[in-house]
């Protein structure tokens, strides 16, 4: 059974001290991993400057991201800033990665928002980039949307063979292209396809089993499997100025994804993913539920 692992999403601060001590909180109140997003428009700081930065104010600290936009980047530039960003921090980085989805983003840079199985095969083969670059030797690679000739990085990251990929995956195909190639599958709502939001047919216990068993089947006979786990996007009470309306919320009712209650109610409900289900991995999607979350970090986390 794996430990428990808690993580928390940042998106912004007013300054660099005051982003410095919101990783010094989590880090001193037993959170393992600091994670921010990586979208073009809206009140969020970039990825890599942003993990930097935390993982500098801190020493234990893990730094991630949830998740890296494929699109948004090519592999090979990901791949070095990856290396160069675990080197520095002493292997503190995960680095998660989806297909990039929102349709904001798209449009507001002039990118070209592709339909879902096109992002899912392009992700695919940046998995192999980046693997492969974070190699021992030379690199090429020949696909269908990136080409790689003869190319070796350095530095190379200091968690061998490579820092953990983490996929955010909530449809089918990726899924399991998550469960054969990921180290962490960070299990989410299945996005529309045309970048809109969430779909709202997804969501619920039943939703919420039907991945971890199609995750499962995916994985096979790897060894001990991909470690699980999801956003806490509700605990306790709903906030003032809450991302997420009661609607959504609503449809997330039964899974890890919202704990309502009491605190013995939340830490029961971890508990039971942990326990019965193999999630493990847990991460509170807003700041403003942080309080609350904390004391239940503060109790289930080991050192």
């Known amino acids: 059974m794996r430990r428990f692992r808690f993580g928390a999403v940042v998106r912004h601060a007013e300054s660099g001290k005051e982003w410095a001590e919101k990783a010094r909180r989590l880090e001193a109140t037993g959170f393992d991993v600091l994670l921010v997003p990586d979208h073009l428009v809206g009140a969020r700081f970039a990825p ?105 990085q350095r530095p190379r990251p200091a968690q061998r063979p490579h820092p953990p990929l983490l996929l955010g995956a909530g449809g089918p195909r990726l899924l399991r292209l998550a469960a054969r190639e990921a180290d962490i599958v960070h299990l989410t709502l299945r996005t529309r396809p045309d970048g809109s939001g969430p779909d709202e047919r997804d969501g619920g216990e039943e939703a919420f089993l039907g991945k971890l068993r199609t995750v499962r089947e995916a994985a096979g006979d790897r060894h001990g499997g991909p470690e699980l786990g999801t956003s806490v996007m509700q605990a306790g009470e709903p906030k003032a100025g809450a991302t997420w309306s009661a609607a959504d919320v609503s449809r997330l009712a039964g899974t890890p994804q919202v704990l309502p209650g009491t605190r013995r109610d939340m830490l029961d409900r971890l508990r039971h993913w942990r326990d019965e289900h193999g999630v493990s991995y847990f991460v509170l999607h807003d700041e403003r539920d942080l309080d609350t979350f904390t004391p239940l970090v503060e109790e289930l986390a080991t050192p």
């Open 48 to 152: 890599v400057a942003a993990l930097t930065a935390a993982a500098c104010a801190t020493s234990r600290l893990r730094v991630g991201t949830l998740v890296f936009a494929n699109d948004f980047r090519h592999p090979a530039v990901l791949a070095k800033e990856a290396a160069t960003l675990d080197l520095l921090s002493g292997g503190r980085l995960e680095v998660g990665i989806g297909t990039g989805w929102m349709a904001a983003d798209y449009a507001a840079a002039g990118l070209r928002l592709d339909p879902p199985g096109a992002r899912v095969a392009r992700l695919a083969e940046a998995l192999a980039v980046l693997k492969g670059l974070w190699g021992d030797g030379p690199f090429t690679f020949d696909g269908d949307h990136y080409r790689v000739r003869e190319l070796a």
